[in-house]
């Protein structure tokens, strides 16, 4: 399967515990995007890179946010001291080009449930 | 307001059903639109781009009317396989490619 791969499919952790998610694109895509979803809304834009830059964050992404992607291939999403608040799917797409008409392919999502 | 409405729904229609959602976006200089199809529990999917002069996919049709910042969905001869969570997407007018999501209108496609 050569699609967008995200694991942990699923993370159950206890409220002020950090976590951290992976995301490997699709191979040669050079844009990769951070959406998070919470039960009957939409996926939100979280952060995006376009190889090894990250060039925007949402506002949603509060300091104890932090994401990476050091090689330009796989992403990691940090969240530290977790809160109720952070339990969401937290989504990954790639798309290949510069413009914005590129379809994203979205991976399976990883389920963060804070107890 | 939000960037992206929709109606949520549900839609409840008989298998062979004619069904239509509606969107609006609130950017006027929004550029590129979609409309994504959602599982339950699953990832968003690509359905189709939208483009100003409508388009057309088997037994799905997209119009966009940009004077109206309005986007919609036809669905003919409804399967019960198009039971989903249909996903209004905008692009934002900067063009990277960060997409602004509707709430979503969920349609169940009956015997």
């Known amino acids: 399967d050569t699609g967008v791969s995200q694991n942990p499919r699923h993370k159950i952790t206890k409220r002020g515990q950090n976590v951290t998610f992976r995301c490997d694109p699709i191979?040669?895509?050079?844009?990769l995007y951070w959406y998070r979803q919470t039960l009957g809304q939409g996926p939100e834009f979280l952060t995006y890179f376009q190889n090894e830059a990250q060039l925007e964050k949402s506002r949603l992404l509060s300091d104890r946010f932090s994401a990476e992607r050091p090689k330009g291939s796989f992403s990691t999403l940090e969240i530290q001291r977790t809160e109720q608040g952070d339990s969401a799917m937290y989504l990954c797409?790639?798309?290949?080009?510069?413009?914005?008409?590129?379809?994203?392919?979205f991976g399976d999502g990883t389920r963060l449930s804070i107890l | 307001r939000k960037e992206v409405e929709q109606d949520p729904g549900p839609f409840n229609v008989p298998e062979g059903a004619t069904v239509a959602f509606n969107c609006t976006y609130s950017n006027s200089a929004s550029q590129s639109f979609f409309w994504y199809r959602q599982d339950c529990r699953k990832e968003p999917k690509l359905l189709m781009s939208?483009?100003?002069s409508g388009n057309e996919d088997g037994r799905f049709t997209a119009q966009l009317n940009r004077a109206s910042q309005y986007i919609s969905l036809l669905i003919r001869d409804s399967k019960l396989s198009d039971s989903a969570t249909y996903l209004c997407?905008?692009?934002?007018?900067?063009?990277?490619?960060?997409?602004?999501f509707g709430q979503g209108t969920t349609l169940q496609v009956k015997p």
């Open positions: 939208v483009y100003s």
């Open positions: 797409a790639s798309s290949l080009g510069d413009g914005g008409n590129q379809p994203q392919h």
């Open positions: 191979s040669e895509h050079n844009r």
């Open positions: 997407v905008v692009n934002t007018p900067s063009n990277t490619g960060k997409l602004i």
